[in-house]
Every structure is written in C-alpha cells, then in structure tokens.
C-alpha cells in the first residue's frame, strides 16, 4: 500500500473504533486481565485472493504498539481452506476488541481481490484489461481500488477530479460531443485524459473526429460493439461498459476492446470469510 492508502486506513480505523469500541470493549475489558498477551491467528475458511494484511495490522497495531505481526501470505496471493493467513502476538484485549475490526477490512479487501481475480482470469488469452469504477464505498475509494489492483485488475480514474468523462448530460448542454471536448480542451488542465460515452456509431464517428482520448461503448450489444471498435482504428481506446457480467466478458473482448469496466468488483462485494482463533 501507498502512503495515501494508509492514511486512508488509518482515518477508517479511527471512524470503526470511534462506533464499535467507543469509551471501551465492556466485556473485554472486565473479563481479560490487563497487561495479558497472548497468540492468535487469521485463516481462511474459504478460497480466495487476500487483499488488506497491512490494514488488520494497522487495526491491531492501533489497540497495542509492541503487536508482533507475522504474516503467511502477501497481499493478492491466492489461498485455499484452511491456510493461515497471519500469525501473530499481542495484548490479549487488543486481540479481542480488535478482531472484527481487522476482519471486516480483511474480508471485504479480499472479497474485492477475489471477485476481480475471476473476472481477470476470464480474460486469459486477450488483451482487453479490466477495470474497475467508481462504484465504491463511500470513504473506502482508496481500499477499494487497492483492492481490484491486488485482483488483477487496473483502476479507472480515482474521482471526478482526475479524468474527464464527458455523459450524455454534459454532452447535451455542451450542445454535441464536438462542442463538449472543445469546451474541455480550452478549460481544463493540459494533458488531462478526455473520454466520451457514446450509444452508437455516429457518436462513435462524432468523438474519434473531435479527438477524444478514450470512447467509452456504453450499453452497445457486441456486433454495434464489434463495428464501434473497427471505425476508431485504433485512433482512440475502447472500453466497453454497462452490464458487464462475467458471462458476457469473452465475446465482449473478442470485439477488440482495450478495456472492459465492471461496476460489481466494488458495488456488489462478498466478503471472503475468514476467521480469527486464539492458539492453544
């Protein structure tokens, strides 16, 4: 993870422990003896890609600065029922108050890694790459998009701020997509990436003329798909979106599309189980 990410990590770890532990973990607290430490242990109760190892740590690490932290896997390594995942020591409360926390993190980062790992795996053999959206979490876009990258997959712009995607509202007030890259181009910042989203063949033409970037195929079924990707020629990337189930994902790449993005790697996510155990 980045330095970004983890300051992401650690202003989320505060808000978790701000609604879950609060003025203190009542039953912990009353029950475990203070200055008790003692070992535990994560392990995978099913298959998966593990994705936020530095983020249950850090949740640990919070509750008890000497944790001893020992980890069996890296981040977008595949594991299968029954591996360890991570080892480690620390007081016994902070074991204990700290344990949904990290796991909540821990299970949603590897649903993501693990969900994006089968589309990506789909693709075997073609060049299309997939990416993700911006369909995320509220507060979660850094941990989410960590997460598909930890998959296989590459992110799509981070946030409104950093790609310029032109839809059909600005399209329609800007008065044609000609007239909306226009407009872009004299506005905003020099060198910014500039894609289209285009419903049919003569967007398609519209927005290779007017020089876009990216053209964005959005909701096409695959021969409309298969004639956009042949008209551009390569004068500008392909992505292919809406619907994107992974049964579609091959006869969609076979169009020649450079890019297929997929909305359900974050909006739709499967915590992979895992569970925590205190050693003997």
Known sequence: MDLKEKEAAQRLIEMAFEEDIATGDVTTDNIIPAGSRRRAYMIAKESGVIAGLEVA???????????????????????????????????????????????????????????????????????????DTRKTLPGFRLLDKYSVRMGGATNHRMGLFDMVMLKDNHIDIAGGI??????????????????????????????????????????MDVPAMADAVKLIAGRARTEASGNMSISRLREVAATGVDYISVGALTHSVKALDISQRIEE
Request: hydrophobic share 45%.
């Open 57 to 131: 740590e850090l949740v640990f690490r919070r509750l008890d600065a000497g944790l001893e932290w020992y980890p069996q896997v890296v981040d977008s390594q595949r594991v299968e029922k029954g591996d360890v995942i991570v080892r480690f020591a620390a007081d016994y409360r902070a074991i204990l108050s700290g344990e949904r926390t990290a796991l909540n993190f821990l299970q949603r980062m590897s649903g993501i890694a693990t969900t994006t790992a089968l589309y990506v795996n789909e693709l075997k053999g073609f060049d299309t790459v997939i990416l």
């Open 178 to 219: 000609t007239a909306a890259i226009c407009h872009i181009r004299e506005k905003a910042p020099h060198g910014i990436k500039v894609e289209v989203e285009v419903t049919s063949l003569a967007q398609t033409q519209e927005a290779v003329d007017a020089g876009a970037d990216i053209i964005m195929l959005d909701n």
